[in-house]
């Protein structure tokens, strides 16, 4: 499962020295052109899916762009675009190139941040653009013109911009012509396909990528080594897999998950002191947190501009302004304890910041109800210390091997807690890192934080709460028919999460329709009524609640039911005879003439009321002019 | 409020052989009447010390017998002398244990058969004290009338035995039989029996702040349609945190007897561009980002379009335990019970969470815990098998992340990672030693530090610190307790028991601070870890003595270093060894330069490398050297470094300079031209 837009880069060069862990590029943000082929067979029809019959090759294009540019404005805003066609009629571009047309919105660069606008205007291009943009391939014999090379050198001038140490920049280029240069022949052809190579070598020369999206999917269709193997400087193995990579990329750029990325990025640095003077230096990171829509920001809803809040400390018995209190309080023994603030930091400050090992426990005493919030994991790191990333790594493998948790104190001052560190192996899939080397640190509960609600609810009578071996063999049969394979946490995205993005999209774009968001977290209700599953869990009833459970249940609902039901009538019938005994004691219409319902209590008049059913709500002054209304006064 | 008080009883062993433990026992027990104090306060409290010199309780002056009994304070209300008397408890000189009848007797005569269970009586014993004589040919019948008075009146009973020396001769079947008896106890009534044997867990050993459990859900496990479980789900875990704090405002006048002292908050919304205009709370509006633009919605818009998933709990399967990592729990721990008196609910759980247990399996459920509620938790259920008869089995259910909570950051392999960085045999086998030997869960004694019975040390503190102020004003904030420090330091004693694994640990791996990198001052912390540091290297033998057998290049002199190492002529390996030396330190230096403060020092390095290659004839490793350094970092932040090292005029060794050389002087000249 990737997410990232491109994970590995899969034309970037890795230099493989033994530089290794302190070498790693960072950066913070992506610059991307998308170029996107717009000659006239771009728009022949699809035969392959008779369904959608004015589907081309140039929506399928423009739909992926799209919600690329939908992901990227909420996961990287800080991203840039620029959206580039070539092979067109018209041309708009800074170095004024034929057959090149960048498309833009008003109030944003040809390569800026995406805007709302910019998406809406650019999804609906495709009724403008036969009579705007135009389509129109451009290499033709005798024309000398090369639309391709062309639009290399726009894209590549859009991301002059930026220096390429913070910006990963990069050019994804749409088409379906395996070979551009088909139709011309002899030395113009050579001359233009050694022209447009040098073109892209030049790019990649600058640290730019060059990223190809065919979008015919078959090998036969697109040929990469006709043209492309040799533009995109590919060897024999990248071409053969070439297809393969595209189509997943094609698939992951339309049915990408909504989520904020987070740079990687290191909590604080720690001193892990192990015993008797050794310490070593280790750094933290928080790679599971829970996500929340991203902050918000309070507005004036006159004007829609923001907010800034202030805030004043105002004396409760006098009045008067305060600034910035310095003493605190707490009623104890009904007295006022009054702490100054420097006394409670110095009461908070028990710890020195370090992670304090304690010692070594074998894994199963660490329960499963040991956790209060989520893990923090911890990298050694040589950049303090050198030498910690050795001993880290030798600690890591004993306790990996020998099954034993690490007991550490964690004195951080906001709170300082006893924890576990647990070792966890590197774990990884074909190309990707599941689960990165080093440990784990779980917050541990004090005593005062474990609750025991189940002695509390321990009840006199004596039910026998224990399975028996049969029962037990029931349940292991039903495991075997619901059983998820390779669930892993990632499996589900976070449906409130993905609706919230969801929601604010359509807001944010105008659409007329609320999208529907699939919740996958909802159990397979069909799947669970497979006849097998249905056996296993007859039988697992049958053998813990016994054949009859229905039966009884209907019954003693019944029972409940009914019981309940005569004791409200029961009931009704007393408070309706108190009631009407109540309102009969009061003169209502006199009582109303003269202004005396005010001196009525609240029970009184909602006695009128319920007689007369109405409303009981609201305040005494309500009540009465409710039943003024009635009386029609 | 008195719906929910509860009447607590203490029993407290006050005997000789308790008296070491008796300073935790009253930190624990005025901790417990305190917390009353601040969360409970209609709480009825009462004492009963036994093991005492003198006599002096009801059932003594009425019947005779129960000798040795104090009850030091009668049922009533906490209050702060409780506190104080709990702090000071007298040493006994004799043994007993009728305490428990002496307890009960003190609610009984208070509250008959009224007040049913919110009655609790907390012992605290050793059990080393032997039941008295005349009591011991009738124990049976005796614990038989105690059991049955005891669940009339639903007392519960929570016993806190202290494991001490049970070496000593005759003690250990005393103990036994005590234990044996308060066995009984349990099987009739409420009984909770804890173990506890060190100092640091007596004073976790039993919960000071008492929380009527609330259910956070009562409904159904929903197994698909087909079937449903009735379950009651409760907190299991939930971080108590500092009690926060009031701001304190002492500007009323002293003669104001009704002052609240009390600071309100005030807050004010102002135009961001116009800061006099102010916005009234009504009038403000929700704004999400949206790209570089902020787009309000109000909150009546979402409501009409926020999703609002259904409440109930519904499985979605089974799987195998190793599929959950164990550091994907996300928050604090909930309990799914099955619905109290529900037979069936009770044998269903107990038979999945039996059925999990024996074949390592968990269930992933989906939890919609109330209505209105605006997001699922998916959550796992693992089994918790109850020892009791009397506890059904239940699961623990804890949060897991959804795939947007999971950062994807990547991190190099420990495996791919340089040889300096891999433990070799000698070292793995230290490290091996130490995970083994710093053990504390040793098979046979009781586990230290287990979270069900180690106290917070900061809110210890703090409790501790608001009773001194209570008695005195002005108290100051006393230094940590020891008691505390046993919980953030490790065991002195652990520590010099293996006193030879951590020196053996301490000499195979050689730690030293990082002085290339500039650190940002005013971290103290790393400072006094260079003290320490430096003193190691002091005095570890094989430094400073042995410069000659094991030569290295060091950050002080790296040059001469180098030489050195050239200058050595009893083998050949030597200038190999010196070459990756300088090699390795050039390139460490470079790449730990922080805005190029490492480059005159790399630059003499690098010139004294390209001598040293021409003396000895060796041109290639550096030529390589200087053809990586161009490829490596030609395009990041240290090109500056290869500029400057083309105005230094370093450039490949030509065949003019060593035969070996595949290097022209032209070749030599372009590469400085190509930088």
């Known amino acids: 499962m990737t997410m990232e837009m491109d994970p590995e880069g899969f034309f970037r060069e890795y230099s493989d020295d033994e530089n290794d862990f302190n070498q790693e590029k960072e950066s913070t943000k992506e610059f991307i052109v998308y170029l996107i082929d717009a000659s006239p067979k771009m728009f022949a029809p699809l035969d392959r899916d008779l369904n959608k019959k004015n589907e081309t090759h140039f929506h399928v294009a423009l739909a992926s762009v799209v919600s690329s540019l939908k992901n990227q404005i909420i996961s990287h805003t800080y991203d840039e675009v620029a959206i580039c066609f070539f092979n067109t009629k018209e041309k708009k571009n800074l170095q004024d190139l034929n057959g090149v047309y960048v498309f833009n919105v008003n109030e944003r660069d040809f390569l800026d ?94 640290d ?62 720690l001193v892990f002191s192990i015993a008797n003077g050794i310490s070593i230096g280790v750094n933290t990171y928080a790679l599971i947190r829970p996500t929340k829509p991203g902050s918000i920001t309070w507005l004036d809803s006159i004007s829609n501009r923001p907010i800034k809040t202030e805030r004043s400390f105002i004396c409760s018995d006098t009045g008067a302004l305060i600034q910035g209190p ?46 209060l919030k989520p893990s923090t994991f911890i990298f050694p790191s040589d950049d303090e210390v050198v030498g910690s990333t050795l001993i880290f790594i030798a600690l890591h493998q004993s306790m990996l091997r020998l099954k034993r948790f690490a007991l550490a104190f964690l004195g951080i001052s906001s709170n300082p807690r006893i924890v576990a560190l647990v070792a966890q192996a590197e774990i990884s899939s074909s190309n990707c890192q599941m689960e990165p080397p080093g440990m784990h640190i779980i917050y541990l509960p004090y005593t005062i934080d474990i609750r025991h609600p189940e002695e509390s609810i321990i009840d006199d009578a004596a039910v026998r709460t224990k399975a028996t071996d049969d029962q037990i063999q029931k349940a292991l049969s039903l495991f075997k028919k619901i059983y998820l ?10 449906p409130a999460l993905q609706n919230h993005y969801a929601i604010l999209q359509a807001i944010a774009l105008d659409e007329n329709e609320m999208p529907e968001v699939e919740d996958e977290t909802l159990p397979d209700v069909e799947g669970m009524l497979r006849s097998s599953i249905v056996d296993a869990m007859n039988e697992f009833k049958n053998a813990v609640y016994g054949e009859n459970h229905d039966q009884e249940e209907y019954e003693s609902i019944e029972t409940k039911k009914s019981a309940t039901d005569t004791l409200k009538k029961r009931k009704n019938n007393a408070v309706s005879e108190n009631l009407l005994h109540q309102y009969s004691a009061f003169e209502w219409e006199d009582l109303a003439e003269n202004g005396k319902l005010k001196h009525l209590t609240v029970v009184q008049l909602k006695c009128y009321l319920t007689v007369h059913d109405l409303p009981l709500s609201g305040k005494k002054e309500v009540l009465i002019s409710r039943i003024l209304t009635h009386m029609n006064k | 409020m008195a719906r929910n008080k509860e009447t607590l009883v203490l029993l407290l062993d006050v005997g000789p052989s308790m008296h070491n433990f008796l300073p935790e026992i009253e930190k624990l027990c005025s901790r417990l009447v305190q917390m009353k104090l601040v969360f409970n306060k209609n709480d009825e409290v009462g004492v009963v010390l036994f093991g005492t010199h003198d006599t002096d309780n009801d059932l003594a002056n009425e019947i005779g017998g129960y000798q040795n009994l104090v009850v030091s304070q009668r049922l009533k209300v906490v209050n702060g002398d409780a506190v104080q008397s709990l702090e000071n408890l007298p040493r006994g000189t004799t043994n007993v244990l009728d305490a428990i009848v002496v307890g009960m ?73 005590n234990e044996r008896l308060l066995q009984k106890f349990s099987m009739k009534t409420t009984t909770k029996i804890v173990h506890v044997g060190n100092p640091t867990s007596i004073l976790g050993a039993i919960r000071t ?256 610190f608001l009773e001194l102020k209570s008695r005195k004003n002005d108290a100051e904030l006393p230094p940590l307790d020891a008691s505390l420090k046993r919980i953030m330091e490790p065991d002195p004693d652990l520590l010099s028991q293996n006193q030879a694994i951590i020196d053996n640990f301490r000499s195979l791996f050689e730690l030293k601070i990082n002085t290339k990198k500039r650190r940002v001052s005013g971290k103290k912390v790393w400072e006094d870890i260079d003290t320490v540091l430096n003193e190691t290297d002091y005095k570890t033998p094989n430094n400073a003595s042995n410069e000659l057998a094991v030569p290295r290049i060091g950050d002080l002199d790296p040059v001469k270093d180098f030489e050195t190492m050239l200058e050595r002529r009893d083998s050949s390996e030597w200038i190999i060894k010196a070459i990756e030396c300088m090699k390795n330190y050039i390139f460490n230096i470079l790449e730990s330069s922080y805005d190029g403060d490492t480059f005159p020092k790399a630059i003499e390095c690098l010139k004294s490398f390209r001598k040293g290659c021409i003396v000895e004839q060796e041109p290639k490793p550096f030529n390589q050297f200087l053809y990586n350094l161009h490829k490596i970092w030609g395009k990041t932040d240290l090109c500056n470094f290869i500029n400057l090292m083309a105005f230094e005029g370093i450039t490949l060794i030509n065949k003019k300079e060593a035969v070996d050389s595949d290097a022209t002087e032209e070749e030599a000249k372009l590469f400085l031209k190509r930088i």
């Open chain 1, 326 to 371: 310095s003493q605190k309080f707490s009623v104890y023994k009904s007295e006022n304890i009054v702490f100054s603030v420097e006394e409670l930091s110095e009461l908070k400050n028990i710890c020195n910041g370090q992670l304090h090992l304690l010692g070594f426990k074998p894994l199963s005493c660490l329960k499963d109800y040991h956790n």
């Open chain 1, 485 to 494: 394979k390779d669930f892993s946490v990632c499996q589900f995205s976070n």
């Open chain 1, 208 to 269: 730019l990528s060059i990223d190809l999206l065919p979008l015919s999917r078959t090998e036969d269709k697109f040929n990469v080594s006709t043209f492309y193997a040799d533009l995109l400087d590919l060897d024999d193995n990248e071409v053969s897999q070439f297809i393969t990579y595209a189509v997943e990329r094609m698939d992951d750029m339309s049915n990408q998950l909504r989520k904020r990325m987070h740079k990687k990025r290191k909590l604080r640095t």
């Open chain 1, 113 to 206: 941040r995406p805007t709302a606008r910019l998406i809406k205007e650019f999804d609906c291009i495709n009724e403008k653009f036969s009579s705007q943009i135009g389509s129109h391939y451009g290499i033709i014999s005798g024309s000398h013109e090369n639309p391709l090379y062309n639009g290399l050198w726009v894209a590549q001038a859009l991301l002059r911009k930026g220096s390429n140490k913070t910006v990963d920049k990069r050019i994804i280029l749409f088409t379906n012509e395996d070979d551009p240069f088909g139709n011309i022949i002899g030395p113009t052809k050579a001359d233009m396909i050694r022209m447009t190579i040098q073109r892209a070598k030049d790019i990649r020369d600058l």
């Open chain 2, 105 to 177: 007797d003190m609610l009984i005569k208070k509250y008959g058969v009224t007040n049913k269970g919110k009655q609790r009586i907390c012992l605290i014993t050793n059990a080393m004290s032997p039941v008295k004589e005349p009591y011991d040919n009738a124990q049976q019948d005796q614990v038989d009338i105690i059991s049955t008075k005891m669940k009339e009146s639903r007392m519960k009973l929570e016993c806190v035995i202290i494991k001490g020396n049970k070496n000593e001769a005759g003690i250990h079947i005393i103990v036994d039989k």
């Open chain 2, 209 to 464: 702040r008492r929380i009527a459990p609330v259910t956070i859900f009562r409904g159904d496990l929903e197994m698909g349609t087909l079937m449903k479980i009735k379950i009651w789900v409760y907190k299991k875990t939930s971080e108590e945190k500092l009690p926060t704090l009031k701001y304190f405002t002492d500007k009323a006048p002293p003669s104001d007897k009704f002052a609240t002292h009390e600071i309100k908050v005030d807050y004010l919304h102002k135009c961001f561009d116009d800061p006099n205009k102010v916005v009234p709370p009504e009038q403000r509006i929700k704004g999400y980002r949206y790209g570089p633009q902020v787009i309000p919605i109000s909150s009546d818009e979402w409501d009409t379009v926020k999703f609002k998933p259904e409440k109930g709990v519904k499985l979605l399967g089974f799987t195998d335990a190793s599929n959950i990592m164990r550091h994907h729990f996300m928050k604090d721990v909930n309990i799914f019970l099955p619905e109290p008196g529900n037979q069936k609910a009770s044998i269903a759980v107990s038979a999945i969470a039996r059925g999990m247990k024996e074949t390592n399996k968990v269930a992933i459920v989906r939890c919609v815990w109330r209505n209105g509620q605006e997001n699922v938790v998916i959550g796992v259920l693992t089994p918790n098998i109850s020892s009791s008869d009397k506890i059904p089995d239940s699961f623990y259910f804890n949060a897991l992340p959804f795939a947007e909570d999971v950062r994807e950051f990547q991190f190099p392999s420990f495996s791919k990672l340089r040889p300096v960085y891999q433990p070799n045999a000698k070292q793995q086998e230290a490290a091996d030693a130490l995970v083994k030997m710093l053990d504390l869960a040793p098979s046979g004694s009781e586990e230290s530090l287990n979270p069900d019975f180690t106290i917070n040390p900061l809110l210890e503190r703090y409790y501790h």
